[in-house]
């Protein structure tokens, strides 16, 4: 850390988002108190209510001053009134590639099986992380219209993958294995069968980097077959690594095995520059205003923020805190039906840590 400490981005969004950013935040306060380390927050309003009113998004000045930041903190994006797509593309996708934040990383990660919809699965069956490149696939944009509107249109939308960006993926996934030292297994889970150029290309670079991590066991697996063991058995899982699309898909169903988009975080990393760390739920706006919102995935976010930064002590206590809050706690992970407010279980961390 920097003597001046970390110099940390908040964009709190839309809906709920500064509502359970606002509880993050006040977690980071008190660990920083408690673990001695310094930091300052600025806000930028990156929003839909912004661009409703000024119909601006991120430009790329806005780019060159939040590279001068240590770490970007997000609560969400997404207005109501504003047409699907707008602000994600604008907002989202757009700090993604401009910071070249090019993994997704998702710890999928059970605290108590009373808020686990699968039938006699336990803690320590679900506790897995998913590895998903963040800036190639299908989410590149690419593609074209031939005849919009006419009876013969034709929409191709292309898969973009180079082996830069596939190899920096899996090597960031091999070493991430490696470091979190659990069953040291990494799963490629991709379509082989019918995907045959692009994972072509994820495979044969799969296998070549295997032989540089001969520690790491490795198998593969059909994104429909993962789906299926999620259910089944989330127990085989350690850590997997499959590219944007599928990774976008096989996230949200870990959410709801982990117990709900209330307690879902993740970050969006650059290994060697700025990094987003963000609540997976959404700006939720039926919710906004309510004060009923689960503020966890916002406050877990933080931990994963702390540990990228290198505070792991602050990081550990954090997720420790949360996971006993969720066990003695809460009712529920479920908006509304915690038995707390959203303020009440920020307070509820703040005091146990």
Same mark, same amino acid.
Not at 256 to 268: H, K, P, R, S, V
């Given at each position: 850390?920097?003597?001046?400490?970390?110099?940390?981005?908040?964009?709190?969004?839309?809906?709920?988002?500064?509502?359970?950013?606002?509880?993050?935040?006040?977690?980071?306060?008190?660990?920083? %108190?408690?673990?001695?380390?310094?930091?300052?927050?600025?806000?930028?309003?990156?929003?839909?209510?912004?661009?409703?009113?000024?119909?601006?998004?991120?430009?790329?000045?806005?780019?060159?001053?939040?590279?001068?930041?240590?770490?970007?903190?997000?609560?969400?994006?997404?207005?109501?009134?504003?047409?699907?797509?707008?602000?994600?593309?604008?907002?989202?996708?757009?700090?993604?590639?401009?910071?070249?934040?090019?993994?997704?990383?998702?710890?999928?990660?059970?605290?108590?099986?009373?808020?686990?919809?699968?039938?006699?699965?336990?803690?320590?069956?679900? *506790?897995?992380?998913?590895?998903?490149?963040?800036?190639?696939?299908?989410?590149?944009?690419?593609?074209?219209? %031939?005849?919009?509107?006419?009876?013969?249109?034709?929409?191709?939308?292309?898969?973009?993958?180079?082996?830069?960006?596939?190899?920096?993926?899996?090597?960031?996934?091999?070493?991430?294995?490696?470091?979190?030292?659990?069953?040291?297994?990494?799963?490629?889970?991709?379509?082989?069968?019918?995907?045959?150029?692009?994972?072509?290309?994820?495979?044969?670079?799969? %296998?070549?980097?295997?032989?540089?991590?001969?520690?790491?066991?490795?198998?593969?697996?059909?994104?429909?077959?993962?789906?299926?063991?999620?259910? %089944?058995?989330?127990?085989?899982?350690?850590?997997?690594?499959?590219?944007?699309?599928?990774?976008?898909?096989?996230?949200?169903?870990?959410?709801?095995?982990?117990?709900?988009?209330?307690?879902?975080?993740?970050?969006?990393?650059?290994?060697?520059?700025?990094?987003?760390?963000?609540?997976?739920?959404?700006?939720?706006?039926?919710?906004?205003?309510?004060?009923?919102?689960?503020?966890?995935?916002?406050?877990?976010?933080?931990?994963?923020?702390?540990?990228?930064?290198?505070?792991?002590?602050?990081?550990?206590?954090?997720?420790?805190?949360?996971?006993?809050?969720?066990?003695?706690?809460?009712?529920?992970?479920?908006?509304?039906?915690?038995?707390?407010?959203?303020?009440?279980?920020? *307070?509820?961390?703040?005091?146990?840590?």
């Amino acid at each position: 850390m920097a003597s001046e400490g970390y110099k940390i981005a908040v964009i709190p969004g839309d809906g709920t988002g500064p509502e359970v950013v606002r509880e993050g935040l006040k977690v980071l306060q008190a660990a920083a %108190k408690k673990f001695g380390f310094k930091y300052e927050a600025k806000e930028f309003d990156f929003s839909g209510a912004r661009y409703l009113k000024t119909g601006k998004l991120v430009d790329d000045q806005d780019v060159a001053e939040l590279k001068k930041y240590s770490a970007i903190y997000l609560g969400a994006v997404g207005d109501p009134q504003v047409k699907p797509g707008i602000i994600e593309t604008g907002v989202l996708l757009k700090l993604r590639f401009a910071l070249d934040q090019y993994i997704n990383l998702r710890p999928v990660k059970l605290y108590d099986e009373r808020f686990c919809p699968l039938k006699d699965k336990k803690p320590q069956d679900i *506790d897995f992380v998913v590895v998903r490149e963040n800036s190639e696939g299908l989410y590149k944009g690419m593609g074209e219209f %031939k005849d919009k509107g006419a009876k013969n249109e034709v929409a191709t939308q292309i898969s973009y993958n180079t082996r830069k960006g596939v190899e920096r993926c899996l090597r960031y996934a091999f070493e991430y294995t490696r470091q979190r030292n659990k069953r040291k297994k990494l799963t490629l889970c991709g379509k082989t069968n019918v995907l045959t150029y692009a994972w072509d290309l994820w495979e044969r670079s799969f %296998k070549e980097l295997a032989k540089e991590f001969t520690d790491i066991t490795t198998d593969y697996a059909h994104v429909d077959a993962t789906t299926m063991w999620f259910v %089944k058995n989330p127990e085989w899982f350690d850590v997997i690594v499959t590219d944007n699309m599928f990774g976008d898909i096989i996230t949200d169903l870990g959410a709801m095995i982990q117990g709900g988009m209330g307690i879902a975080a993740g970050g969006n990393i650059n290994p060697q520059g700025v990094s987003m760390f963000e609540p997976i739920g959404g700006s939720a706006p039926k919710y906004t205003g309510q004060n009923v919102i689960n503020p966890m995935a916002a406050i877990c976010a933080v931990a994963m923020m702390l540990e990228n930064l290198g505070e792991v002590k602050a990081a550990q206590a954090i997720e420790n805190t949360v996971i006993k809050i969720v066990r003695e706690k809460l009712n529920s992970l479920a908006a509304g039906k915690m038995g707390y407010s959203t303020t009440q279980v920020g *307070d509820l961390v703040v005091e146990n840590l």
